[in-house]
């Protein structure tokens, strides 16, 4: 699960102070947060705590107003120029997008496109890569997640579960630095969850390094090098999952833990 | 005893001036139906993601052509053109009225179509790390045509009806040529019949086209 980092003091990804405003209302109020390398840390907390919107933040889907993201040593969504902050050109956040994957909790497949396309669009239009190589890597991630057999089903064809599991699938063969998965077991029937946590599971023990956001308490626990309870837009306690679910500090977090089912 | 000459002969006699008058409405509603639609696409596409500044001038001449009668709008060009300074004959005023007419029309049509995709599909192509315009072409657009697409053959077979308009201009056309055959043979019933049924013809075509782009895209 865990690759010892070759250096410590350069974390994959590092949040310092993170602000983040709809209007009036603060949803993100100071938030910093460093992953290592290889590192899987899931976001728990109750809804409207902030969680998702960390998440995406980092692939700014979400525009920031305070505080810095970087990530693999570059500053995401915007920069210092003479004091000022100034967001990145299009291209460059398109660049910076791709180096990270994204699962989402309503899978997000392109309809029109079958499942080996939505896996090659990215490959081929953003990796640029050959279509043979494209094809070839598309269909290595396929059959990681089971679903090679199905790959010139449409999503129209699949279960929710196939379709979230083509999702990743679409998401790490881009070959991210980081994973981000937002509730993706969310929307599914319960007796499909297994199969894609499995997945999930699956990516962890090589190494991937992954960001969730997640309800399931048990998988958390399990999958977890860190465990980050978000209350009211700000960390309230983190920790390794054994510790923070055994010996919670804040009430905030044991009452949560309390209603929670695991 | 005079015998009245059989409208078959009639037909036969006035062939050319009717194949013309044929040619002509089928000319000027494809370009219509091209021209109109490449200006509705850009307006659509605009109207949905442009700036503000983007989108007023857009939204002006959506709302200004949506509010007006098509035949006020080929009279308007046709009149103001020459106005204007601008020296385009009878036929081009009037393509420019059914063009404007039309891309009013497929601005809206392609402006619902994509406010109606979902939001996720938008990020989750630019979580792969496409920009704007690479998830437009490969994800938005795509889904959109098939949208789009039953709605647009009404709207081109709306423009075939709108050419009949052109005659008042003078444009020769199927109506107007057909109206000058009759003023000839006063065949008034069976030549406007016949005249009904080459528009059918057209439309029915555009349909058919239609249909066959629908099955071709269509999602299992």
Redesign the interface.
């Known amino acids: 699960m865990t690759d010892v980092p070759l250096n410590n003091a350069q974390p994959l990804l590092d949040i310092r102070g993170l602000r983040k405003q709809y209007g009036p209302l603060e949803v993100l109020k100071g938030v910093d947060l460093s992953m290592q390398r290889g590192n899987v840390v899931t976001l728990i907390g109750s809804s409207g705590s902030g969680k998702t919107t960390l998440l995406r933040c980092v692939?700014?889907?979400e525009e920031f107003q305070g505080g810095q993201i970087v990530l693999d040593g570059e500053s995401i969504g915007y920069d210092e120029v003479d004091g000022k902050r100034v967001r990145h050109p299009?291209?460059v956040i398109?660049?910076h997008?791709?180096m990270?994957?994204?699962a989402?909790q309503?899978f997000?497949?392109?309809?029109?496109l079958s499942a080996l396309q939505n896996v090659t669009?990215?490959l081929l239009?953003?990796k640029k890569l050959p279509k043979e190589e494209a094809v070839a890597l598309a269909e290595k991630w396929l059959e990681r997640v089971g679903l090679l057999e199905r790959r010139n089903h449409?999503p129209?064809?699949l279960s929710g579960g196939q379709q979230q599991r083509v999702?990743i699938a679409?998401?790490i063969a881009?070959n991210p630095s980081l994973m981000l998965f937002d509730e993706v077991t969310s929307a599914l029937d319960p007796e499909l969850v297994g199969e894609v946590l499995n997945v999930i599971k699956g990516l962890a023990e090589d190494g991937m390094t992954m960001l969730l956001v997640t309800h399931e308490m048990r998988f958390a626990f399990e999958v977890s090098d860190k465990i980050v309870f978000m209350n009211q837009g700000r960390i309230e306690e983190q920790g390794p999952p054994k510790e923070l679910f055994e010996r919670p500090q804040s009430p905030r977090l044991a009452e949560f833990l309390k209603n929670t089912r695991f | 005893m005079y015998e009245s000459p059989s409208w078959l002969h009639e037909l036969w006699v006035a062939r050319d001036a009717l194949w013309s008058g044929f040619l002509t409405s089928v000319q000027c509603s494809v370009l219509a139906i091209v021209l109109g639609t490449l200006i509705g696409v850009v307006a659509g596409l605009a109207l949905t993601y442009g700036r503000v500044w983007m989108r007023a001038p857009f939204r002006f001449y959506v709302d200004l052509i949506r509010g007006t009668p098509v035949f006020v709008l080929v009279l308007a060009c046709f009149y103001m053109a020459p106005a204007l300074g601008w020296k385009i004959g009878a036929f081009q005023a009037g393509v420019l009225g059914l063009t404007l007419f039309c891309g009013s029309h497929v601005a809206e049509i392609v402006r619902g179509a994509l406010q109606a995709l979902p939001r996720g599909q938008m990020e989750a192509s630019q979580a792969i790390g496409l920009t704007f315009y690479q998830a437009l072409s490969y994800v938005l657009l795509p889904q959109a045509l098939r949208q789009i697409l039953p709605t647009w053959v009404n709207s081109s077979t709306e423009i075939v009806k709108a050419s009949t308009l052109l005659s008042v201009i003078g444009v020769a056309e199927l109506l107007l040529s057909t109206q000058q055959i009759i003023a000839r043979n006063f065949m008034t019933l069976e030549f406007y019949l016949f005249a009904g049924f080459l528009f059918f013809i057209i439309n029915y075509a555009i349909e058919l086209l239609g249909r066959r782009i629908e099955k071709r895209v269509a999602l299992p």
Do not use: I, Y
Request: aromatic content about 10%; charged content about 20%; glycine content about 10%.
């Open positions: 692939n700014m889907l299009e291209k398109a660049r997008r791709a990270t994957g994204m989402f309503q997000n497949l392109f309809p029109h669009l990215g239009k953003v449409f129209g064809q999702a679409r998401a881009m």
